[in-house]
């Protein structure tokens, strides 16, 4: 089962980020710029984040393999028409359809586990997950590169798609659903359940961590690193592509990381502020001295990417206060608030470079600005959530 899941969750990752290698041959197809590139990878982001009520939904009422099965079979259909899309109606279309299909894909993993496996290893299997699963990330990275020189991005992404199709009979087959929790005095509809999970003050100061801090390091992992690389640093195409498969292994190091962070510092609030600690004053480093070299901007980019998104630690530490007949609903939520930032963290930067490049700002200005500015908001967030409790055992 849990093969099956990280199977799912790698080609997730891969969509989530393939844009920043594909960027150019998008640009120049679908006649895109800054602002319309960012719009396709926040429409995957948006339409994600829009999913996760009814995911939470169906997760409590119909269980993870149907839901999943259902989700997959979006992704194949966004990534064959994104290969065959011809403006830029078409590519938003795919990538909403794609990001859709990846929605129940982790929430789907994080509901099996909590249901399988005791509260205390929620932590640890999750992260796992996360970690293995994230290396679809550099997938997106070198090895796609490779293949888009091969062959050109559209057959690459029929190929995707494809591969989507057999892990989606390969899930069909492998997960079972754990028996459906009852609620206590009886049926409780979507709207109660989402009304008592929001109603959980515990919850209230993790959010807004949950709504910045991933949004700043997949904006920079998915859209910026290759055009900040390119216009800054005047990396060349084979250059940027390693060094965004080099951040994705990065990231999928430092969510493996976490794991046995957590069990050393004894709890989830612990962990987690001291990694947006860590990554707020790399944030900041970044965007203050990222410009003297390439050398130092990737440092300082592995860096955050290594400490910059404890998702599964925040997740194990929301997942603490929610009742058992209400897991589906309350992971998807949170995740609804990662996401969703994530998507308005893209759609937001997209436009702020993209009117920053018209008033004419050195490249380096631009960069430093965004890369400061992310470390602002993340400080402001983790202030915030000094205020929660720490996770119920």
Not at 310 to 327: D, E, G, K, Y
Request: proline share 5%; aromatic share 10%.
């Amino acid at each position: 089962m849990f093969l099956a899941l990280l199977s799912s969750y790698v080609l997730s990752q891969f969509y989530r980020a393939f844009l920043a290698v594909v960027a150019g041959d998008l640009s120049r197809d679908l006649a895109l710029d800054a602002a319309g590139l960012a719009s396709l990878q926040a429409a995957f982001l948006l339409a994600f984040a829009f999913c996760q009520i009814p995911v939470g939904i169906a997760l409590d009422r119909f269980g993870p393999r149907r839901t999943l099965s259902v989700g997959m079979s979006s992704a194949v259909v966004g990534a064959a028409l994104l290969a065959f899309a011809r403006d830029f109606p078409q590519g938003l279309i795919a990538m909403a359809l794609i990001g859709g299909g990846c929605a129940p894909v982790l929430m789907a993993g994080f509901y099996l586990i909590a249901r399988t496996y005791a509260a205390a290893r929620f932590a640890t299997m999750s992260s796992l997950l996360l970690g293995l699963g994230s290396l679809g990330d550099p997938l997106s990275g070198m090895p796609l590169a490779l293949a888009v020189g091969a062959f050109g991005w559209r057959p690459a992404m029929m190929g995707m798609a494809g591969l989507t199709v057999a892990t989606l009979i390969y899930v069909a087959c492998v997960i079972r659903d754990p028996p459906r929790a009852v609620a206590p005095g009886g049926h409780v509809s979507p709207l109660e359940g989402a009304k008592k999970i929001l109603a959980l003050r515990q919850l209230w100061p993790i959010f807004p961590i949950a709504l910045v801090g991933y949004a700043c390091v997949i904006a920079t992992r998915g859209l910026w690193i290759a055009p900040y690389l390119e216009n800054v640093h005047h990396f060349d195409a084979a250059e940027r592509s390693l060094s965004a498969t080099a951040l994705g292994l990065v990231m999928a190091a430092g969510a493996l990381l976490y794991a046995p962070l957590n069990r050393l510092a004894g709890n989830a609030k612990r962990t987690a502020v001291a990694g947006f600690t860590a990554t707020v004053v790399g944030w900041l480093a970044l965007g203050l001295f990222g410009g003297h070299s390439g050398a130092v901007a990737l440092g300082l980019l592995f860096f955050v990417g290594a400490f910059g998104a404890p998702f599964a630690i925040l997740m194990a530490h929301a997942r603490s206060f929610m009742p058992t007949h209400l897991l589906g609903q309350g992971v998807t939520i949170m995740n609804l608030a990662f996401m969703g930032g994530a998507g308005l963290g893209q759609w937001l930067s997209g436009r702020y470079v993209r009117a920053a490049e018209i008033a004419g700002t050195p490249a380096q200005e631009i960069y430093g600005t965004l890369f400061t500015g992310f470390g602002i908001v993340v400080a402001g967030a983790l202030s915030i959530y000094l205020l929660t409790p720490r996770e119920r055992r």
